[in-house]
């Protein structure tokens, strides 16, 4: 497992993480009772911990906190870097705040090491947000600020507006084949010690599709018998030191593969060669 600085943290965290997110139909129907799968999940939380992986990020939106809340209650809790975020419904003070209160409840915890903006509201003032967001450091409720699903222009202003802390972390779709539009993000982040956290790493499951595979059976060559998936994430922590990968925790086989496989680098000869063919 390979471990590396968050961003401007002090917290070493492992490369790869587990995301939380399921789908639409996962979450419609926690609001009915029915929470699909439930212990696989958490057991496939369970693992990815037992196997080194230290990264959880969830969000009130998913309806997984409290899945992530169970399985970590046997795991020393300074040992995890939990990641959460704020439905952009909830970006008023009051509201955050409550918001918070109950992702805590969920989580069973005191603190969340990172917690994020999910989406920018354009109606609500952006500098009360990111005001009641530092306040809540200031509380110990929180240990970072975080923001998802912004465009460049709106990280730089939000860096602009926090006074007593700074921006941790993005999370942005990026993957192996969806990067040139990030190319811009990126390079910034790299430069001002801000953390990528890099949803859809695996390209919504795009690196299993038939005609890809002789594009990864070439990197293959170079580092042996590896899944596609585990290629594609490769690629992203050997292309960049500073971001992230969180693919989707669904079980353990395929937690376990990650990070089984998580200490693969790629070669500057392999990224280039999926940089061009991809």
Known sequence: MIYREFGNTSFKTSTIGMGTYYDMRWIFKTYLGIYSGRDQKIDAYRAGIDNGINLIDTAELYRTEKLVGTAI??????????????????????????????????????????????????????????????????KGKIRHIGVSNFTLNLLKRAQGILSKYEITSIQINYNVFHRNSQKGMIDYCNKNHIAVMAYFPLGHGKVTQPQFNKYFDHVR?????????????????????????????????????????????????DIKYLEKNL
């Open 73 to 138: 209650k046997s795991y020393k809790r300074d040992e995890l870097f939990l990641a959460s975020k704020v439905f952009p419904t909830h970006l008023s003070p009051k509201s955050l705040e409550k918001a918070l209160n109950r992702s805590l409840k969920n989580l069973d915890t005191d603190y969340i090491d990172l917690y994020q903006i999910h989406f920018p509201n354009p109606t609500v003032d952006i500098k009360k947000t990111l005001r009641t967001m530092e306040k809540m450091v200031d």
């Open 221 to 269: 060559k170079t580092i042996g018998d590896v899944p596609n998936a585990n290629i594609a994430l490769a690629y992203l922590i050997s292309r960049n030191q500073n971001v992230f990968p969180i693919p989707r925790a669904s079980n353990r086989a395929h937690v376990l593969q990650n990070a089984k496989n998580s200490d693969i680098l790629l070669n500057e000869d």
